[in-house]
T-cell receptor, first 113, second 110 residues
Framework: NAGVTQTPKFRVLKTGQSMTLLCAQD?????MYWYRQDPGMGLRLIHY???????AKGEVPDGYNVSRLKKQNFLLGLESAAPSQTSVYFC????????????FGPGTRLTVL | DAKTTQPTSMDCAEGRAANLPCNHS???????VYWYRQIHSQGPQYIIH???NNETNEMASLIITEDRKSSTLILPHATLRDTAVYYC???????????FGTGTKLQVIP
């Protein structure tokens, strides 16, 4: 079991560029989440998904889009990157019932110049 | 979700028990208390959760007061690898708009 994996681990973008972060999980979890973490702050929820083909906004969704075409994958897109989106991005997944704890990936460190 | 309050930082001597407090005075009857930790630069890691009874697993113990307004996470024999930020969260389970807050930074000292 690889658990939750994230691609890429690091990325540097210029303002206005676009990119997609990929999250994959092999635990057959129904729920998936994208968080961002800025220095000295806790995690903030960007978007989440409660199942294949469904997505919803979290606490800080502006400037991001997501898609969940397959149950095991959750993509986070930045259409026009801004310096304010410089952050560490974490993906997580969890079961819909039973054990509800979230399992996190190792993170993607994104810098927007 | 109920809001939680944790101390900003704590120190603990290696080999001693680390007791991390959390206040959640507005917790509702169906909300669980969860603890996660985040070791530097890594993704958060689930530790333990409970509803109203004390819980223990291979990592830690969770003590919840009878009125459920506060709880304590206990690491029985802290090691240097336990140095991390510890987050106390309350939620009903399943998906929640989870707020991790800033947690308690635990420094284990040799």
């Amino acid at each position: 079991n690889a658990g939750v994996t994230q691609t890429p681990k690091f990325r540097v973008l210029k303002t206005g560029q676009s990119m997609t972060l990929l999250c994959a999980q092999d635990m057959n979890h129904e729920y998936m989440y994208w968080y961002r973490q800025d220095p000295g702050m806790g995690l903030r929820l960007i978007h989440y998904s409660v199942g294949e083909g469904t997505t919803a906004k979290g606490e800080v969704p502006d400037g991001y889009n997501v898609s969940r075409l397959k149950k095991q994958n959750f993509l986070l897109g930045l259409e026009s990157a801004a310096p304010s989106q410089t952050s560490v991005y974490f993906c997580a997944s969890s079961y819909a019932s039973g054990r509800p704890e979230q399992f996190f990936g190792p993170g993607t460190r994104l810098t927007v110049l | 979700d109920a809001k939680t309050t944790q101390p900003t930082s704590m120190d603990c001597a290696e080999g001693r028990a680390a007791n991390l407090p959390c206040n959640h005075s507005t917790i509702s009857g169906n909300e669980y208390v969860y603890w996660y930790r985040q070791i530097h630069s890594q993704g958060p890691q689930y530790i333990i959760h409970g509803l109203k009874n004390n819980e223990t697993n291979e990592m830690a113990s969770l003590i919840i007061t009878e009125d459920r307004k506060s709880s304590t996470l206990i690491l029985p024999h802290a090691t240097l690898r336990d140095t991390a930020v510890y987050y106390c969260i309350v939620m009903t389970g399943g998906y929640q708009k989870v707020t991790f807050g800033t947690g308690t930074k635990l420094q284990v000292i040799p």
